[in-house]
């Protein structure tokens, strides 16, 4: 399973980036995509989630309203419309998926959860 994410950039605060997931082997079966962030020195967190097969969405408090995942099937691709970003949201954004509908192993949000990873892509906010 091979995830590919682009999109990512440098933007001015209250700008706007759509980060993509290109999933490989990508079925419409129970599967689960997360998109999570790391800063430089902290911790990776859970951003947001997409059920694939029923399109149930998660969202970490920090980010909810700004912040929207989607998925298009006919692309196998997974996409986070960042909005109204913040010199916090600067950070390596990485997609990952695990294969349930986001409830069977618990929350979305936890990235021990998820065993296939992409590169990241680098957003930065200033």
């Known amino acids: 399973v091979q995830l590919v994410e682009s999109g990512g950039g440098s933007v001015q605060a209250g700008g706007s980036l759509r980060l993509s997931c290109a999933v490989s082997?990508?079925?419409?079966?129970?599967?689960?995509v997360g998109w999570f962030r790391q800063a430089p020195g902290k911790e990776r967190e859970g951003v947001a989630a997409?059920?694939?097969?029923?399109?149930?969405?998660y969202y970490v408090d920090s980010v909810k309203g700004r912040f929207t995942i989607s998925q298009d099937n006919a692309e196998n691709a997974v996409y986070l419309q960042l909005n109204s970003l913040e010199p916090e949201d600067t950070a390596m954004y990485y997609c990952?998926?695990?294969?349930?509908?986001?409830?069977?192993?618990?929350?979305?949000?936890?990235?021990?959860?998820?065993?296939?990873w992409g590169q990241g892509t680098q957003v930065t906010v200033s």
């Open positions: 082997r990508y079925t419409y079966s129970s599967s689960c």
């Open positions: 990952a998926r695990r294969f349930d509908d986001c409830r069977g192993l618990g929350t979305p949000l936890r990235k021990n959860s998820y065993k296939y």
């Open positions: 997409v059920s694939t097969g029923g399109g149930r969405t």
